[in-house]
């Protein structure tokens, strides 16, 4: 009984011991920013939201579709690679592409490499469509994880 009860003791101590180092105490976080921490608190505050249209909204074409980067600038593609900077892209009705190629210039990649937080384009009436933001550098590949939104709407 009494082994039984030691190792109930050890068990314990290493859950509570494992549960403190996991507290929300960000410091260790703090202190790792020189060593790559300030990239993974950035992806967690950092992101792009599709500000226009509402999701699951009634809309007519031409669908104006604007957006906002927190953590992120918004650039030409002609600037270049610059880490934390980019540009918008949107993809209607099309997964996500490669996030290590740069990304398709078609009917359903609509790039806005001059640096834009809005465009206008042209869909279908009578139809559905997912739309989907998704930033990237001045070389046109997405950061990877992706940086991105969706919203569905209706052209009526």
Same mark, same amino acid.
């Given at each position: 009984?009494?082994?039984?009860?030691?190792?109930?003791?050890?068990? /314990?101590?290493?859950?509570?011991?494992?549960?403190?180092?996991? +507290? +929300?105490?960000?410091?260790?976080?703090?202190?790792?920013?020189?060593?790559?921490?300030?990239?993974?608190? $950035?992806?967690?505050?950092?992101?792009?939201?599709?500000? $226009?249209?509402?999701?699951?909204?009634?809309?007519?074409?031409?669908?104006?579709?604007? /957006?906002?980067?927190? +953590?992120?600038?918004?650039?030409?593609?002609?600037? +270049?690679?610059?880490?934390? $900077?980019?540009?918008?892209?949107?993809?209607?009705?099309?997964?996500?592409? #490669?996030?290590? %190629?740069?990304?398709?210039? #078609?009917? %359903?990649?609509?790039?806005?490499?001059?640096?834009?937080?809005? $465009?206008?384009?042209?869909?279908?009436?009578?139809?559905?469509?997912?739309?989907?933001?998704?930033?990237?550098?001045?070389?046109?590949?997405?950061? #990877?994880?992706?940086?991105?939104?969706?919203?569905?709407?209706?052209?009526?």
């Amino acid at each position: 009984m009494s082994l039984l009860l030691r190792f109930g003791s050890v068990l /314990m101590m290493v859950l509570l011991v494992g549960c403190a180092s996991h +507290g +929300g105490d960000d410091s260790a976080a703090k202190k790792a920013e020189g060593s790559g921490g300030e990239a993974k608190m $950035k992806s967690m505050d950092a992101g792009v939201t599709i500000t $226009k249209p509402a999701p699951m909204s009634d809309v007519a074409s031409p669908v104006e579709v604007c /957006m906002e980067t927190k +953590g992120y600038v918004v650039e030409p593609a002609k600037n +270049g690679v610059n880490e934390g $900077k980019g540009h918008h892209h949107l993809i209607v009705d099309a997964d996500l592409p #490669d996030l290590s %190629q740069p990304i398709p210039k #078609d009917a %359903q990649h609509i790039h806005m490499g001059d640096g834009s937080k809005c $465009k206008s384009i042209e869909l279908a009436k009578g139809k559905m469509y997912t739309i989907k933001a998704l930033f990237a550098r001045g070389n046109h590949v997405p950061y #990877d994880p992706p940086v991105t939104d969706s919203v569905v709407v209706f052209v009526k």
